[in-house]
């Protein structure tokens, strides 16, 4: 299972972290990804990495992260602006990254972002 929190509403140019914590097993040999579904559109791919790797940056913006002892993944994103306002996911695979939602079998529920001012 993964829960997902840390959302909220924050005005643009500001920072949020999102945390993804898994129970029922360990991410050890996963691939973790956050994905985010703005209102009216489809849901899209954020960010992916492999557990056992270090944190990735994404677009400057955006660091994906874990943390092994926590059984947990993070969303980093600094300068939000309204365009990142979404329903952010967290999702897992035992394949590679991709940004395709059906190659991802275990999602969390989401957690909402609102970036205005």
């Known amino acids: 299972q993964l829960v997902e929190s840390g959302g909220g509403l924050v005005q643009p140019g500001g920072s949020l972290r999102l945390s993804c914590a898994a129970s029922?097993?360990?991410?050890?040999?996963?691939?973790m990804a956050w994905f985010r579904q703005a209102p009216g559109k489809e849901r899209e791919g954020v960010a992916c990495m492999k557990f056992s790797d270090g944190p990735d940056s994404v677009n400057g913006r955006f660091v994906i992260s874990r943390d092994k002892a926590k059984n947990a993944v993070f969303l980093q994103m600094d300068n939000l602006t309204p365009e990142d306002t979404g329903v952010y996911y967290c999702?897992?695979?035992?394949?590679?990254?991709?940004?395709?939602?059906?190659?991802?079998?275990?999602w969390g529920q989401g957690t909402q972002v609102i970036v205005s001012a």
């Open positions: 029922g097993g360990t991410l050890e040999r996963r691939t």
């Open positions: 999702a897992s695979t035992f394949g590679s990254c991709t940004t395709h939602e059906v190659d991802y079998g275990l």
